[in-house]
Every structure is written in structure tokens, then in C-alpha cells.
């Protein structure tokens, strides 16, 4: 755990690096190596890999908009999503879903950008899972401000009509994009929702990844045993801004500071320690995922670019057959 929690953290840090190069002084959303919007989830890792942790790969998970730490615990192709990241030919999508838009077949992994998007999606793999009487089961990541989608609502419904083998995790980072949590809905736990669904909820009140491997393990075994869904939430924190670029002038400093304070990581470093593992070990472990990570994106950042025309390609619906690919026609 610890290992993928470093590996998740120092991920972020270097696309953060990455991602602004040629994009100041003024910031330039469309320039530099990683184009477009770029969320970071540095300080959720506690429940991506306390989750992931219990996982198969013939079990799905659907992430949100920061699914990078989600991503890398499920084990999704550190490699294959950071060409993907940097829009390469080479990547999970060929270069054209960008990093909020992550597919893995491989280990069934998948992301959204579209708020509570992921939620049906994982009711669906649930109840494949069932109906093909496999254990298999399915976990929807959602953020804090995602719990009053419908799509969210509708999910928990349908999952508990059928006893669906699925859990749904909210992340609660206390921060929907720029609006405090208390200001966006109507619950401090999130995992209260559950009571109006007749399934089991709980909160894990610190992003100690121990807890949230404890939590999650009695959830995923309770869907595999055919017992039906639960719903978790688990405060995490927020390191970096809503996306990059973000001034975060909504954002007392102190929050920031708090933040900070609160590392999960450092957390079970502290628990390895008072568990007998040495420093020695510890920089061994760092270095190992430090290396993969650094290994991974130079790799990505020598692939090619797609070419042009292939925008065409693995499209719902082809253009006119009169359509030239220099826009004017034959």
C-alpha cells in the first residue's frame, strides 16, 4: 500500500512539473506537452489503494475526474495512461480521451469527467457480475459534490433493488471545485445517503489508509458473498487546486495549510515504522516507485502524436462521405 500510495503521489507531482512547461507567465491552457485541463488528486491517495487494495482485475471500477491514483491501483498501464496523458498514439485511447477519460479493458478500469457519470456505468458491471453468477464486483469513485447527482441517486436505487455486488466510495476533499462542501449539500456525511436507500453507509472520518482498507474490505467481501452494495465516504484532502491553473482564491490559506498537515502517506509511513520496518527500507520503497514513475513518462514523451486524420477514426459516426480531411469537399 505504501508503495502505490508513493508511486500515486510523486505521479502527480511530476505531471504537475510536466504540465506547466510553456504555460506561464500568462497561462495558456492549450500549450506545452500535457494540452488542456489536467485535475491532480495528490492527497486522496488513502482511498484509491485502501479500496483498490481488495480488487480483481476481472472487477471494474469507475473513476471521476481525478483518477490517476484510482488508476494506478486497480493497475492500469502506468506507461500506456501517461502517453495517454500526453496525448500520444500509444495511449490507452490513442491519445484522444485525455487524462479525465482513462479506459483500461485489461483491468476493466474507466473515468469520466462527467460528474457521477461513473455510477451507472458500475451498477451495470454489477449486475453482469450477477446475472453471470461470477463474485465479481464493482466500485463507482465519486467526489463529495457528485452525492445530489440523480445519476448518483438513481444508482444507489437500483443497486439496492437488486442487491447489486457494487460499493460506491465518495471522496469528500471538503471542496466541490470552488464551493465548500456545507454550501453544496445538505448532509456533513456524505455516507448518510445510504440510510434512504436501505443499505449500509459509513465514514471513515481521517484518510488513514489503514481504516479505509479495513472499511472497504468488509464492503467488497459483503457484495462478493451476494449481500448487496454499501457506500463508503472518506475524507481526503486536496494538496493542489481544483485543476491546473487554478488561483484558488476562494480558498482560505489556512485550509491550504491544514491540508497539508493532514498526509496519509506520511501517516502509514509512521504505522511501518512503529511496525518495525526501517528508514532503509522506506527509501528503497520510494526510490523503486520514484523510479517507475520518472521511467513512465519519459517513455511517454518519446511516443509519436497521432496523426491528424486518425480524428476520424473510432468515431460513433463517420463524416459525409463528400468530407475531405482539409475540410472542404470533393
Known amino acids: 500500500m505504501?508503495?502505490?500510495?508513493?508511486?500515486?503521489?510523486?505521479?502527480e507531482e511530476r505531471l504537475q512539473e510536466e504540465y506547466l512547461v510553456?504555460?506561464?507567465p500568462a497561462f495558456d491552457i492549450s500549450a506545452g506537452p500535457i494540452p488542456g485541463e489536467l485535475h491532480l488528486a495528490a492527497g486522496h491517495e488513502s482511498s484509491g489503494i485502501g479500496v483498490c487494495m481488495h480488487l480483481r482485475d476481472d472487477d471494474t471500477v469507475t473513476a471521476p475526474h481525478r483518477p490517476h491514483h484510482i488508476a494506478i491501483a486497480k493497475g492500469v498501464d502506468l506507461k500506456k495512461m501517461t502517453a495517454e496523458i500526453f496525448g500520444r498514439k500509444t495511449g490507452l485511447c490513442?491519445?484522444?480521451g485525455g487524462h479525465m477519460h482513462l479506459f483500461d479493458p485489461e483491468v476493466n478500469f474507466a473515468c469520466s469527467g462527467i460528474i457521477a457519470q461513473g455510477c451507472p456505468p458500475?451498477?451495470?458491471a454489477a449486475m453482469a457480475a450477477q446475472k453471470r453468477n461470477t463474485d465479481s464486483v464493482a466500485v463507482a469513485f465519486l467526489g463529495e459534490g457528485a452525492i445530489d447527482q440523480g445519476g448518483f441517486l438513481e444508482s444507489l436505487n437500483l443497486a439496492a433493488v437488486h442487491d447489486l455486488p457494487v460499493v460506491f466510495v465518495v471522496e469528500d476533499n471538503d471542496w466541490a471545485i470552488s464551493m465548500p462542501k456545507d454550501r453544496v449539500t445538505d448532509v456533513k456525511d456524505g455516507s448518510q445517503?445510504?440510510?434512504?436507500?436501505?443499505?449500509?453507509?459509513?465514514r471513515i472520518d481521517s484518510?488513514?489508509?489503514v481504516a479505509v482498507y479495513e472499511a472497504a474490505e468488509k464492503a467488497i467481501m459483503r457484495a462478493r458473498d451476494g449481500n448487496g452494495p454499501t457506500l463508503l465516504e472518506v475524507q481526503v484532502h486536496r494538496r493542489m487546486g481544483h485543476f491546473m491553473g487554478d488561483a484558488e482564491a476562494y480558498r482560505p490559506e489556512a485550509d491550504v495549510e491544514r491540508a497539508k498537515m493532514r498526509d496519509s502517506i506520511e501517516r502509514l509511513a509512521d504505522d511501518l515504522r512503529t511496525a518495525g520496518v526501517g528508514d532503509d527500507e522506506l527509501d528503497e520503497i520510494r526510490e523503486r516507485a520514484h523510479e517507475r514513475v520518472d521511467e513512465a513518462i519519459d517513455w511517454a514523451k518519446e511516443q509519436?502524436?497521432?496523426d491528424p486524420s486518425e480524428a476520424?477514426?473510432?468515431?460513433?459516426?463517420?463524416?459525409p462521405a463528400q468530407a475531405t480531411t482539409d475540410g472542404g469537399e470533393e
Do not use: I
Open 2 to 11: 505504501y508503495e502505490q500510495m508513493v508511486t500515486a503521489r510523486y505521479y
Open 22 to 24: 510553456g504555460k506561464q
Open 94 to 96: 490513442k491519445g484522444k
Open 122 to 124: 458500475a451498477v451495470g
Open 193 to 202: 445517503r445510504a440510510q434512504g436507500f436501505d443499505m449500509p453507509g459509513e
Open 207 to 209: 484518510d488513514d489508509a
Open 304 to 306: 509519436p502524436e497521432p
Open 312 to 319: 476520424y477514426e473510432d468515431v460513433f459516426k463517420n463524416p
